[in-house]
Each structure stands twice: as structure tokens, then as C-alpha cells.
């Protein structure tokens, strides 16, 4: 992928490939839905790298080298995408690190839904 990639169209794309995936799920086709998910974990990766470079010292010092074991999702109303993780400075809370179409980043401590 290129390192231009604007980030609204790699969440679109993420976007598409999730609603490929539940179409997939219903249809119980679950060759689509390894191909989609790579796919979608090849733009996560992506999308991480450009948080990684964008997120200021204070977020980095809490974030994993790569985002394997997040929980990963796109607020389509706000255009933000979130990795989500126990809090390591209050475990058994979630915090949220978000990064939006501009790049800016953001902390949710005790994220709720």
C-alpha cells in the first residue's frame, strides 16, 4: 500500500469488506470470508502504522509493537477508527485509542459502547 493512502478510503474499504464478511457469515461461504479478512487485516496493519506515526508520546508509550490482539472497529458517523485494548494502567478497563480521517488521535479511558 502506498504511504499517501487516504485514510477515509482505507476506511471505506475496511468498511466494504466488513459488510462482505457478514454477507459471507449469513451465506456460511467461509472461503470469502478468509479472503475479506486478510484483506481487512492487511488495512488494519496499515491503518495502525499510520497511528503509530501520527499518535503522540503519551498514547505510544501504552500501544502494542502491531495491533494483533486489538479489537479493531469504524465509527461510520464520526469516521473514526478504534483499536481497542485493556487499559495496562487499569486492568479490567478498556481504553480506546482512535485515529480519524486527519490523522488526529485520540485516548477514551474506561471506554463504553
Do not use: H
Not at 10 to 34: H, R, Y
Not at 58 to 78: A, F, R, V, Y
Amino acid at each position: 500500500m502506498s504511504s499517501e493512502k487516504d485514510l477515509a478510503d482505507l476506511f471505506k474499504k475496511w468498511n466494504n469488506l466488513n459488510q462482505d464478511v457478514a454477507g459471507s457469515f449469513q451465506e456460511l461461504d467461509f472461503s470469502s470470508i478468509k479472503d475479506s479478512r486478510k484483506i481487512q487485516r492487511e488495512i488494519e496493519d496499515y491503518i495502525y502504522k499510520i497511528l503509530l506515526q501520527s499518535a503522540p508520546s503519551s498514547i505510544l508509550e501504552l500501544l502494542p509493537e502491531d495491533c494483533g490482539t486489538m479489537e479493531l472497529g469504524l465509527n461510520t458517523k464520526t469516521q473514526k477508527f478504534y483499536f481497542l485494548m485493556e487499559d495496562p494502567e487499569d486492568p479490567g478497563l478498556i481504553l480506546a485509542i482512535t485515529i480519524d480521517e486527519e490523522k488526529n488521535v485520540e485516548i477514551i479511558k474506561d471506554f463504553q459502547k
